[in-house]
């Protein structure tokens, strides 16, 4: 069975500063995709990056940045210089290659509070 | 996402009333989804359509019904509301394969 952990119910940090997203995931699968959602107050989801079980690189994109660890099942999510318009729910996703369904099965996920 | 539109956005329910759920979308999708989200729960699968007229049931079905007659719609039915269901509801929709899925926008459902 799939399964996706986010342990980190919430988060308070202040602007300015760094922040990490914890994500451990389970799968028997060697091919499987992993993903971060946004859901910011106003509520809808919005995709952020996706990453295949067989590139371990690391990915940044401005002040994001993700640590794919398939040694620990982990995909961390990272914010620098965290900013107020930060503050949302982030999920972290998974999806196996051999579904014929390719559900996404979705942590609990962290809300992330910026204050200024 | 703009290609994937629910209707409606909010909606109040006696207990035993029912309602149907409307997702549209209009980038060609094949796959279709129907989620909720609750309080420390993330998003749960309740029912999904890998194509037109074709539907199966996710994590969460009991107490809902689906339907995909025409490749771009996707509707979730409740027969009977119950307060259990009180939830927000997400319609997503995708390409085959593993893309990202696209969202909309929610339906904030209440069941007094």
């Known amino acids: 069975a799939q399964k996706v952990t986010q342990a980190q119910t919430e988060i308070s940090v202040v602007e300015k500063e760094d922040v990490t997203l914890d994500c451990v995931y389970e799968?028997?699968?060697?091919?499987?995709?992993l993903f971060w959602y946004k859901q910011p107050p106003s509520g809808e989801l919005v995709f952020l990056i996706r990453r295949n079980s067989f590139d371990e690189q690391n990915e940044i994109s401005g002040r994001y940045s993700w640590n794919f660890q398939k040694s620990t099942s982990s995909f961390n999510f990272t914010i620098t210089a965290s900013q107020v318009v930060d503050s949302a729910v982030y999920f972290c996703?998974?999806?196996?290659?051999?579904?014929?369904?390719?559900?996404?099965?979705f942590g609990t996920g962290t809300l992330l509070a910026v204050q200024p | 996402n703009a290609g994937v539109t629910q209707t409606p956005k909010f909606r109040v329910l006696k207990t035993g009333q029912s309602m149907t759920l409307l997702c549209a979308q209009d980038?060609?999708?094949?796959?279709m989804y129907w989620y909720r989200q609750d309080p420390g729960m993330g998003l749960r699968l309740i029912h999904y359509?890998?194509?037109?007229?074709?539907?199966a049931k996710g994590e969460v079905p009991d107490g809902y019904n689906v339907s995909r007659l025409k490749k771009q719609n996707f509707l979730l039915g409740l027969e009977s509301a119950a307060p259990s269901q009180t939830s927000v509801y997400f319609c997503a929709a995708k390409y085959r394969g593993n893309t990202e899925a696209f969202f909309g926008q929610g339906t904030r459902l209440t069941v007094v």
């Open positions: 996703a998974l999806t196996i290659n051999g579904g014929a369904t390719n559900k996404l099965i």
């Open positions: 799968t028997r699968d060697t091919t499987y995709y």
């Open positions: 359509s890998v194509g037109e007229g074709t539907t």
């Open positions: 980038m060609n999708h094949e796959y």
